[in-house]
């Protein structure tokens, strides 16, 4: 199976039981590639972590989650919506890891 972005497609299947079929499968991980690197360090780790790929994962779950079911977040009158996406607070963690900056430990 092919590689998207940080995932194996073969590897995601088996830890996405629910995951849709193929070609919509890899179009998810490529919107949440894409989304995802947007939002990762500018300078990427060499090799790239395996939290990158978990982050893409969550990502286009969220993603697949809310065009499946929706959930109010959309915009636009007369039938004519338009759904918006965040990236998801695990994710961005994930790519981004909160640090501590002074205060008490």
């Known amino acids: 199976m092919p590689t ?8 995601i299947t088996e830890r996405w039981l629910d995951a849709p079929e193929e070609p919509e499968l890899s179009e998810l991980l490529e919107i949440a590639h ?7 360090p500018a300078r990427l780790p060499s090799p790239i972590p395996a939290r990158y790929g978990k ?5 286009a779950q969220h993603i697949y989650a809310r065009a499946k079911s929706g959930n109010g977040d959309s915009m636009g009158p007369d039938g004519f919506q338009v759904s918006t996406y965040a990236l998801v607070l695990e994710a961005r963690n994930l790519l981004r890891p909160p640090t501590r900056r002074g205060g008490i430990f």
């Open 55 to 59: 982050a893409q994962l969550l990502q």
């Open 4 to 11: 998207v972005g940080w995932v194996d497609t073969e590897d």
């Open 34 to 40: 894409d989304v995802c690197s947007a939002y990762a």
